[in-house]
């Protein structure tokens, strides 16, 4: 491949948040809960990665709090245990089962208005075997 051509390997990652919406109102209907992603755009960016990961878990905590509501205990992501809220961070990336299309609007504005030093990728998966979860990684 020539320093012309685009790498046509290299996947785009996460969907806007009107697509975000309309998948989480089809699998909530359908399921009554789905997936919200998220994962950091351009993460190598950021020079201190610890500064970044504390960030991240300070963001999970807020988000937790002020959504519980609509965080319903699942084992979407996880068949060996239970969860609720954002419970994990895989590299700069995390999930959270919704009950609620709506909270993503809540979120994604709660996070721009908290941490607009973080751009991130959004997706929504019908649970953790979605192909999307790729977004993850």
Same mark, same amino acid.
């Given at each position: 491949?020539?320093?012309?051509?685009?790498?046509?390997? =290299? &996947?785009?990652?996460?969907?806007?948040?009107?697509?975000?919406?309309?998948?989480?109102?089809?699998?909530?209907?359908?399921?009554?809960?789905?997936?919200?992603?998220?994962?950091?755009?351009?993460?190598? =960016?950021?020079?201190?990665?610890?500064?970044?990961?504390?960030?991240?878990?300070?963001?999970?905590?807020?988000?937790?709090?002020?959504?519980?509501?609509?965080?319903?205990?699942?084992?979407?992501?996880?068949?060996?245990?239970?969860?609720?809220?954002?419970?994990?961070?895989?590299?700069?990336?995390?999930?959270?089962?919704?009950?609620?299309?709506?909270?993503?609007?809540?979120? &994604?504005?709660?996070?721009?208005?908290?941490?607009?030093?973080?751009?991130?990728?959004?997706?929504?998966?019908?649970?953790?075997?979605?192909?999307?979860?790729?977004?993850?990684?």
């Amino acid at each position: 491949m020539t320093s012309i051509e685009k790498d046509e390997s =290299k &996947v785009e990652k996460g969907i806007s948040t009107e697509e975000c919406l309309a998948k989480a109102k089809k699998y909530i209907s359908e399921n009554g809960i789905c997936l919200f992603l998220f994962d950091v755009q351009d993460s190598a =960016k950021f020079e201190d990665r610890q500064a970044l990961q504390t960030q991240l878990f300070d963001l999970i905590n807020e988000l937790n709090l002020n959504f519980d509501k609509n965080f319903p205990e699942n084992n979407l992501a996880t068949q060996s245990r239970q969860e609720k809220g954002f419970s994990n961070l895989l590299g700069d990336g995390s999930w959270v089962a919704i009950n609620d299309f709506k909270v993503i609007l809540m979120i &994604v504005e709660y996070i721009q208005n908290n941490y607009p030093n973080i751009s991130f990728y959004y997706d929504v998966a019908k649970d953790g075997y979605d192909d999307v979860m790729n977004l993850l990684k």
